[in-house]
């Protein structure tokens, strides 16, 4: 089955400072990424969505100079949090669509990487 | 724009006895996707099934089968045989193709939180 790699699985940072999580699909190639976020108990939201060799694109009310994405390959997609405060710590999940999904495709669906708690102090 | 509603924040089953989560949504779209995802203890996301809006058969893995109903925009999980390893939350999905525009991202229900007891 297609695998996507999250790193790190944690990690606690200092306020301030800037964080990066690698989402990486392993077998398969990615025109699509999804950025998502959950808080405890809570469901997933959609942060934004990146694309292969182009600007990402983020939902309303996530600040794009905050929360810097990358996807530089068709294998790669990075979250930057820049400037991190203990209000951004939450549970970061990307997932990846593979390349050449479309109408009727079995492979339109999406597969998730394991997650990135991250805790600000 | 779509909406996915799981009316259930939890629910109860005892071990090998049968469950049904339930799950409506709201669209506009005459195709689309819809998914079940577990999330147990250790976050992961796991797909339990998929049902495209377009077949009128409804899809099965295993222990695991829906209920679809298209007119009524109602997808429900049913749980046969329930395990203990069944034990998590689980969320309702809706995915417009990824043709036609869409970028094909999943919009979640808030989530079920299942517990089976021995």
């Known amino acids: 089955g297609a695998v996507v790699s999250q790193h790190p699985s944690w990690v606690i940072c200092k306020s301030g400072t800037s964080v990066k999580i690698e989402c990486r699909s392993l077998?398969?190639?990615?025109?699509?990424m999804f950025w998502y976020r959950q808080f405890p108990k809570q469901s997933l939201m959609l942060m934004a969505t990146s694309n292969e060799g182009s600007k990402a694109t983020y939902e309303q009310g996530v600040e794009k100079d905050k929360f810097l994405i990358n996807h530089a390959s068709l294998t790669l997609s990075t979250l930057t949090v820049t400037s991190a405060h203990p209000e951004d710590s939450s549970f970061y999940i990307c997932?990846?669509?593979?390349w050449g999904a479309g109408r009727g495709a079995t492979n339109e669906k999406l597969f998730f990487g394991s997650g990135t708690q991250l805790s600000v102090l | 724009a779509q909406t996915v509603t799981q009316s259930q924040p939890e629910m109860s089953v005892q071990e090998a006895e049968t469950v049904t989560l339930s799950c409506t949504y709201d669209t506009s779209e005459n195709n689309y996707y819809l998914f079940w995802y577990k999330q147990p203890p250790s976050r992961q996301m796991i797909l339990v099934i998929r049902q495209e809006a377009y077949k009128q058969q409804n899809a099965t893995e295993n222990r695991f089968s829906v209920n679809f109903q298209k007119a009524a925009k109602s997808f429900s999980l049913k749980i046969s045989d329930s395990q203990l390893g069944d034990t998590a939350m689980y969320f309702c999905a809706f995915m417009k193709p990824s043709y036609g525009g869409s970028q094909g991202n999943l919009i979640f229900g808030k989530g079920t939180k299942l517990s089976v007891k021995p």
């Open positions: 997932s990846a669509r593979p």
């Open positions: 077998d398969f190639q990615a025109t699509t």
